[in-house]
């Protein structure tokens, strides 16, 4: 029942239909014809997306090692790089040699908190990778992600880092308390949006107290948070 014919579409007879949100993924994936009814089931195309993402990643990874693709990189939105797409990322910058980045681009990529600690060996000692823009927005980092990002652009003492973009992340207060430890004194960032994420008044109180001891930030976006009255008024 199932053809697999390399670097073309999957060939599949007709039989039961999938799920609905996985014949679309076959679909906007090129692995199934308009029309065709495949007969697999949806853990098989959990596999194919598994495959299709790390492919995507090795791909992504290998422009970026041979420095045909630095300056504003972007993975792309949901292309589902994921940990191990993240790991083969970091890897391929830092064996690049010297990489200033304008931008780094990994919105929806479910990077989770595991990703986060890929991403941040770019921020270890010595490491001579510069990023002015960071998005990882929609990326499920949670206060454990935030955490992780935090201390490591706070170890490096980062002093490039100008746009950070971590909507709808599901980061709270604890997030929001270790992510105002970058809006200290001398701070290089500039923007900082937390919007779409589950931020309540104390979580507002941590950003507010970082804010009186800083003159860079120009932009802080908290919209759909629960930050209420109390937060509104820190």
Do not use: Y
């Amino acid at each position: 029942h199932l053809i697999c014919k390399v670097d073309q579409c999957l060939d599949l007879s007709a039989g039961a239909l999938l799920s609905r949100d996985a014949s679309k993924w076959l679909r906007c994936n090129g692995l199934v014809e308009p029309g065709m009814r495949p007969i697999v089931d949806d853990q098989l195309v959990s596999e194919w997306s598994l495959i299709v993402s790390a492919g995507r990643a090795r791909s992504f990874a290998a422009e970026v090692e041979s420095g045909t693709n630095l300056g504003d990189l972007d993975a792309g939105e949901d292309t589902r790089i994921r940990p191990a797409g993240m790991c083969a990322l970091a890897a391929a910058l830092l064996s690049n040699g010297s990489s200033a980045l304008s931008g780094l681009k990994l919105r929806n990529n479910c990077l989770e908190e595991a990703g986060v600690r890929e991403l941040a060996r770019l921020f270890t000692p010595g490491s001579t990778v510069t990023i002015r823009a960071l998005d990882l927005g929609t990326n499920d980092l949670c206060d454990g992600g935030a955490q992780v990002l935090a201390t490591a652009l706070n170890l490096c003492c980062n002093k490039t880092l100008e746009s950070l973009q971590l909507p709808n992340n599901h980061i709270g207060d604890e997030g929001a308390r270790v992510l105002s430890k970058l809006l200290n004194d001398g701070s290089s960032i500039t923007s900082l949006n937390l919007a779409m994420n589950v931020i309540s008044p104390i979580g507002a109180c941590h950003l507010a107290e970082a804010l009186r001891e800083n003159s860079t930030l120009s932009s802080l976006e908290l919209r759909s948070n629960d930050v209420r009255d109390d937060g509104a008024i820190a």
